[in-house]
Structure formats: C-alpha cells, structure tokens
C-alpha cells in the first residue's frame, strides 16, 4: 500500500489536532518562509473550518477554509511538512476542503497561491485572478474556481 492510501484527512475538531496543524504551520510558514509570525497566526483561525492530513498517525499537512462572501470560501494556510511534498498530500486536503464547502452550500473557492504553487492549483481547476501581489513578502495571485 502507497502513502497516500494510507494518508487520513479530518475536520480538526479538537485543541490538540489544532496545536498539530498549528505546529505545522509554524515549521513550514515561518521557519521555512519566514512569514512573520503575527501575519500567520491570525484571529481568523478562530472561525476557519480547519483540515489536518494524518499519515500513521503523524500530522503531515494542513488547510483551513474561511466564509468569504455568501456563497464563497476562501481557502488558506495550506501547508505539507517538506519529507511529504509531491506525493499528494495537498491535493487530498484541498480536495477536502472543496467537498465540505460544498457540501455546506458554498459554491466558489478562492484562494492567494503562492507563485510557486500556481501550478499545483491549476491542476485542481483553479484559474488565476487578476496580477501578482505581494503577501508576507511572497509572490501570490489570486485564484479561483466554482465547485
């Protein structure tokens, strides 16, 4: 059996999962991006819909969807601890985070991809809103698509 059988997505439901989706964050946002801490660490964490990646019983990655507009999410803070990228681990979290949005009425995500993940979401029906903007002093661009 391949990794990504046995890759486990959930709705984070409880202080601890949070922490490990937190921790997450922190290894791959901060130390590895050096976003500033007080722009990663948000209040909105508070009202986010939040999905931890388990392998084996190991958080590996992590996504978190917010109520944008009325019948829009906007998807964020997706992140997949390095020894785990490229073997699909995002796609299975943003593809879980897309069914529960769906499933809750919603019908559009949007989402600030890093330039260097734009691909990663084309492959995923998003499509590129508008020009490049800075974000934490990365490159991003809006993008979006109906689901």
């Given at each position: 059996?391949?990794?990504?059988?046995?890759?486990?997505?959930?709705?984070?439901?409880?202080?601890?999962?949070?922490?490990?989706?937190?921790?997450?964050?922190?290894?791959?946002?901060?130390?590895?991006?050096?976003?500033?801490?007080?722009?990663?660490?948000?209040?909105?964490?508070?009202?986010?819909?939040?999905?931890?990646?388990?392998?084996?019983?190991?958080?590996?990655?992590?996504?978190?969807?917010?109520?944008?507009?009325?019948?829009?999410?906007?998807?964020?803070?997706?992140?997949?601890?390095?020894?785990?990228?490229?073997?699909?681990?995002?796609?299975?979290?943003?593809?879980?985070?897309?069914?529960?949005?769906r499933e809750r009425?919603?019908?559009?995500?949007?989402?600030?991809?890093?330039?260097?993940?734009?691909g990663f979401y084309?492959?995923?029906g998003f499509n590129?809103?508008?020009?490049?903007?800075?974000?934490?002093?990365?490159?991003?661009?809006?993008?979006?698509?109906?689901?």
């Amino acid at each position: 059996m391949n990794e990504s059988t046995r890759i486990k997505v959930i709705e984070i439901e409880s202080p601890g999962d949070m922490q490990r989706a937190l921790a997450i964050r922190r290894r791959v946002f901060i130390e590895e991006q050096n976003v500033p801490e007080e722009i990663e660490l948000d209040a909105s964490d508070e009202h986010a819909f939040h999905a931890l990646a388990i392998l084996d019983g190991v958080a590996i990655g992590c996504g978190r969807m917010l109520e944008h507009r009325a019948s829009e999410v906007k998807i964020g803070r997706m992140a997949v601890l390095l020894e785990f990228r490229k073997a699909g681990v995002g796609a299975q979290i943003l593809r879980f985070l897309i069914e529960r949005a769906r499933e809750r009425g919603f019908r559009k995500a949007i989402l600030h991809a890093q330039l260097t993940a734009e691909g990663f979401y084309l492959k995923e029906g998003f499509n590129p809103v508008g020009g490049v903007f800075d974000e934490a002093g990365i490159a991003h661009r809006t993008m979006e698509r109906d689901i």
